[in-house]
């Protein structure tokens, strides 16, 4: 599967931002999804995860009651809204597909990742 984020932006901190995955080539629904985070000089990081169904959800400590996971089965897309941001958000987001049948919060558990987008919270 083909994966293509966009969304990503320059937004004041406190501000809100919504990125979208659009995927291809593959049975979108067959595969959870998540969304991964990368800052400059540091590792990438989990942010969020969805079940194929779009019904269990699971989320970074650092992102929970801010950030909500969704997705489109029907137009292959996925989302992650962003609200009360902070600086700390700053990074380019990932987002990819597993075909593992349990929570998947780490890089090794994603088969597919599609190219990332640029978000920058100013402070």
């Known amino acids: 599967v083909q994966l293509q984020a966009s969304g990503g932006g320059l937004v004041q901190a406190g501000g809100s931002l919504s990125l979208s995955c659009a995927a291809s080539g593959s049975t979108f629904s067959r595969y959870a999804m998540g969304w991964f985070r990368q800052a400059p000089g540091k590792e990438r990081e989990f942010v969020a995860f969805?079940?194929?169904?779009?019904?269990?959800?699971y989320y970074a400590d650092s992102v929970k009651g801010r950030f909500t996971i969704s997705r489109d089965n029907a137009n292959n897309t996925l989302f992650l809204q962003m609200s009360s941001m902070k600086f700390e958000d700053t990074a380019v987001y990932y987002c990819?597909?597993?075909?593992?049948?349990?929570?998947?919060?780490?890089?090794?558990?994603?088969?597919?990742w599609g190219r990332g987008t640029l978000v920058t919270v100013s402070s």
């Open positions: 969805i079940s194929w169904s779009g019904g269990p959800t």
């Open positions: 990819a597909a597993s075909s593992r049948k349990v929570v998947a919060t780490r890089p090794e558990m994603y088969d597919y």
